[in-house]
T-cell receptor, first 112, second 117 residues
């Protein structure tokens, strides 16, 4: 009913590499899409919202394909500081309100 | 600075005890949420509240209770009925849902790590 599936990972890449994460969601009524970043033993923090037209923020590019119910995140020129778990997030309508559904996350490890 | 605070950061509980986790926000957000995260797992929704004096069960509400007497506060009580309470608990808040559907981003507190001894 309300699933968000992500690449299992972990992704181990060298500095400077380009890496892409994929995500699929099952609820066709979802209208809000996000990528969150979670560092080890910390709370998730918003990385970027995802818009239908695609959007870019520096080295990060997010894309949404509503027809395929597919979201992607591309990280270019990876830095050591990019090492974290990336969570794909979509909204869902519940019985008495709206909430966000989180994927299990994809772990990225960038090495020098 | 506006934000969400949770306390305590670490909490140890003996089996059979009830404990209450605090969550306070000064962002003037209407909606608040409680999640549980287990190692290697995603966030699972425990309870949510769209407005003061109203709250709803999420996917894993059994063994938990909440209250929403004030807009800025949404405490979570982990009762003795919760069979496996050891986890990382995260509180979040957001503005009202967007008109026409959708939701603004959620802001998270730093979390409380609960361990049952």
């Amino acid at each position: 009913r309300k699933e968000v599936e992500q690449d299992p990972g972990p992704f181990n890449v060298p500095e400077g590499a380009t890496v892409a994460f994929n995500c699929t969601y099952s609820n066709s009524a979802s209208q809000s899409f996000f990528w969150y970043r979670q560092d080890c033993r910390k709370e998730p923090k918003l990385l970027m919202s995802v818009y239908s037209s695609g959007n870019e923020d520096g080295r990060f590019t997010a894309q949404l394909n509503r027809a395929s119910q597919y979201i992607s995140l591309l990280i270019r020129d990876s830095k050591l500081s990019d090492s974290a778990t990336y969570l794909c997030v979509v909204n869902i309508e519940l019985e008495a309100g709206t909430a966000l559904i989180f994927g299990k996350g994809t772990t990225l490890s960038v090495s020098s | 600075d506006g934000g969400i605070t949770q306390s305590p950061k670490y909490l140890f509980r003996k089996e059979g005890q009830n404990v209450t986790l605090s969550c306070e926000q000064n962002l003037n957000h209407d909606a608040m949420y409680w999640y549980r995260q287990d190692p290697g797992q995603g966030l699972r929704l425990i309870y949510y509240s769209q407005i003061v004096n109203d709250f709803q069960k999420g996917d894993i509400a059994e063994g938990y209770s909440v209250s929403r007497e004030k807009k800025e506060s949404f405490p979570l009580t982990v009762t003795s009925a919760q069979k496996n309470p050891t986890a990382f608990y995260l509180c979040a808040s957001t503005d009202r849902a967007l008109s026409g559907g959708g939701l603004n981003e959620q802001f998270f507190g730093p979390g409380t790590r609960l361990t049952v001894l």
